[in-house]
């Protein structure tokens, strides 16, 4: 037995099996159009691979065996993108709680503190890091200040996001029991907003600084500091053996962080 | 004395739902009384309108003969200190400890709110927090989180939270609904012994009539957000209340069940 006339049969089938509308045809062309440019426009052509790998084989052959002969000087920048990491990551996971507050919907009434807030989150996220790091580079000249605020720029963008998610899903019941109390606002963040998040907190903080060690590194290419500008001078100098020690020395330090890190996160949650 | 006194409160929510309608009853000081409703007849948002969490939409609410309707924020919270709530869901942080959870009842009475902040509690919260702990039979999980307790010990610790607040009135919304019987009963006798040895006013719904009838002074009821019976416990001839849960009330104003 049918309910309903054949001919309405079609408006009950899924999106997915049907074909895309006007929108989705532009959107398609629109696509394989740039995919096409691109892949033209970037000149790929046998020779080249050839090249490449080719040019790959003298960089291997130089770079074997690793220069540690200026390990000293290297490691002093490796601490300091290590230290850029740490202090910018750090003071980014301190500013990002009053950002994810003041853009949560269960903490922050005020739609227009809340949009303000989510406005200067999407400025310093959508910014990339390497920009960041030129602008503080011509604020502050060159070295580990324009890092550390790059870092911290980044790190305030990543973690206020993920707090004030997660500050979200809260649980209201416990807010609102301590309101019921007679308390004051700071008093019921403190008490029942922050504790819940604090596992999470710690975990997305710790996420942070890995990315931070990595993101550090970057940095140093455009002289905010760290071992990225000896990097850079290495490769420059076609010095490959000692860019090659580098290389190796970040593997280890990034490494070394994402171990520890992983090892506190299980700790904490 | 009237403690509490609600007139004609009425509450229809942003979304069109009328919670309350035309709610009017006076609770004397020391009055022990449970609120009877079915599902969704404006109990917990009769609760919610006491204590200042939601605005009523019409009447008026005079706490010991003060309106609390139209307060400042500041005025809010100064009501709501006398005001001690305790949920179904007990609403714990629960990864705190236990000890922690019963501090949070001092924090609108404390002067400043890190004072029952762990390691900034003075030493007077601490005592004052374990004599409410002790008082609950719970000293010894004081350094347990509070989310590994049992349903009915958790309970009992927001009771304990409760008693560190000092309120003259308590509100508690159907404390027991997610407790077996014999933890809600331990939970019930608890409660109303605390309540009645320290003289504060307390409202309690409740789903089970026969568990109302054995503590409650008098027993109030909502229906569809209308105020439909009052009465004395000691005064009560039909102590069945079916009729309260059905989906339509018939021919049944409020002076047909109410006495007095
Ligand atoms: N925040 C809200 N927004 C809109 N409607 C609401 C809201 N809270 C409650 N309601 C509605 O108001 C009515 C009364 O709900 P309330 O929670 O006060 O009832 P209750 O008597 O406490 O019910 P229960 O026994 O289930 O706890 C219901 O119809 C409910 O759906
Ligand atoms: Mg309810």
């Not at chain 1, 740039?34 to 790998?53: E, H, K, P």
Request: aromatic share 8%; glycine share 10%.
């Amino acid at each position: 037995m049918t309910n309903h006339n054949k001919s309405e049969y079609a408006k009950h089938m899924p999106k997915r099996m049907k074909w895309p509308g006007i929108a989705g045809w532009f959107g398609w062309i629109f696509f394989l159009l740039f995919f096409i440019m691109g892949l033209s426009n970037a000149n790929i052509t046998v020779d080249r691979l050839w090249r490449g790998l080719f040019n790959a084989g003298t960089f291997i052959s130089q770079a074997f065996p690793p220069d540690f002969n200026r390990i000293e000087p290297v490691t002093w920048a490796m601490i300091e993108t290590f230290e850029i990491a740490i202090v910018g990551t750090a003071v980014g996971v301190v500013i990002s709680l009053p950002f994810a507050l003041l853009s949560a919907k269960n903490i922050t009434r005020s739609p227009l503190i809340r949009s303000v807030t989510r406005g200067l989150l999407g400025v310093m996220r959508t910014v990339p890091d390497l920009v960041w790091a030129l602008i503080f580079v011509v604020l502050f000249g060159l070295g580990p200040l324009a890092g550390i605020l790059t870092i911290m720029i980044d790190t305030i963008a990543f973690c206020a996001r993920f707090f004030s998610e997660r500050i979200e899903e809260l649980n209201k019941g416990p807010l609102e029991a301590l309101e019921s109390t007679g308390s004051k606002r700071g008093g019921v963040i403190f008490g029942a907003a922050i504790p819940p998040a604090f596992p999470s907190f710690v975990s997305t903080g710790l996420f942070a600084f890995e990315k931070s060690i990595r993101g550090a590194v970057v940095l140093g290419l455009v002289g905010a500091g760290g071992i990225g500008v000896e990097l850079r001078t290495s490769m420059t100098l076609m010095k490959f053996d000692e860019a090659a020690a580098i290389i190796l020395l970040i593997l280890l330090v990034v490494l070394a962080v994402e171990k520890v890190s992983s090892k506190i996160r299980l700790r904490v949650i | 004395m009237v403690h509490l006194s609600i007139q004609q409160v009425g509450k229809t929510y942003d979304d069109g739902t009328e919670a309350l309608s035309s709610v009017s009853f006076d609770v004397n000081k020391g009055e022990g009384v449970v609120l009877l409703g079915h599902n969704g007849s404006g109990k917990s948002t009769l609760f919610r309108c006491i204590n200042g969490i939601e605005n009523t939409s019409s009447g008026k609410i005079l706490y010991n003969g003060q309106p609390i309707h139209d307060l400042s924020k500041k005025e809010i919270r100064e009501v709501r200190k006398n005001i001690g709530m305790v949920f179904q869901q007990f609403h714990l942080v629960g990864n705190l400890s236990v000890f922690q959870n019963v501090l949070f009842g001092g924090l609108g009475k404390s002067p400043s709110s890190i004072s029952v902040f762990g390691p900034f509690a003075k030493q007077e919260m601490r005592m004052k927090a374990l004599e409410c702990l002790d008082r609950v039979g719970l000293i010894h999980v004081s350094k347990k989180r509070a989310d590994s307790l049992s349903g009915g010990q958790q309970q009992r610790v927001a009771i304990a939270r409760m008693l560190m607040q000092e309120p003259e009135l308590v509100l508690a919304d159907e404390p027991i609904a997610s407790l077996d019987p014999s933890a809600g009963k331990e939970v019930m006798d608890l409660l109303w012994s605390v309540v009645k040895e320290r003289g504060m006013t307390v409202i309690c719904t409740l789903h089970q009539p026969e568990i109302a009838l054995q503590y409650a002074e008098r027993i109030i009821g909502l229906h569809k957000g209308r105020f439909v019976l009052d009465q004395q416990t000691s005064q009560l001839d039909d102590t069945r209340f079916e009729w309260l849960y059905e989906k339509n009330l018939k021919n049944l104003s409020k002076e047909v069940i109410s006495v007095d």
